[in-house]
């Protein structure tokens, strides 16, 4: 786990290792940035230095298993599935907003726009932040109302 949070503290301290790369980088880029060290996620930026998908290390498995030529770039096989929060959030905010969210890297940034780095939502489970959706309660007039409908 690259997650910890000081006892009595709200603020995050991350450890993952996480690169990045180029929308236009090739899969053997990918492969080869996996390689280097404990790297677990990748960060694809645009032209203009812009964060615009991420490659998380089971999306690159899943890749390669289905036999994607090693030129596939980058921008082919990433995800949005990621969510970028201030490095000062709490956990607690931080479950909040990716609640009920498909999200597969929660990315941290100063007020500069810098990628810090990355955590997962299962981080945040062990956090013991509730990432579970509240259930609605059905009332029994809920169901009188349908039934007659």
Do not use: W
């Not at 998908?53 to 096989?77: F, H, Q």
């Not at 956990?91 to 909040?96: L, S």
């Amino acid at each position: 786990m690259g997650v910890v949070v000081t006892k009595g503290s709200n603020r995050i301290s991350i450890a993952d290792e996480f690169t990045t790369l180029r929308e236009k980088s090739t899969l053997a880029n990918i492969a080869e940035s996996f390689g280097k060290g404990d790297i677990s996620l990748i960060v694809v930026l645009d032209k203009k230095e812009k964060i615009s998908g991420i490659i998380t290390i089971d999306r690159y498995l899943e890749v390669i298993s289905e036999g994607i030529a090693a030129t596939t770039m980058c921008r082919d096989i990433m995800t949005k599935t990621y969510f970028v929060t201030n490095r000062e959030s709490s956990p607690i905010e931080i479950g909040e907003k990716i609640r009920g969210k498909k999200v597969d890297a929660v990315l941290t940034q100063d007020a500069n726009g810098e990628l810090h780095g990355f955590f997962s939502p299962n981080d945040l489970r062990s956090l013991g932040v509730d990432l579970s959706v509240p259930m609605k309660k059905i009332l029994s007039s809920d169901l009188l109302v349908d039934v007659v409908n």
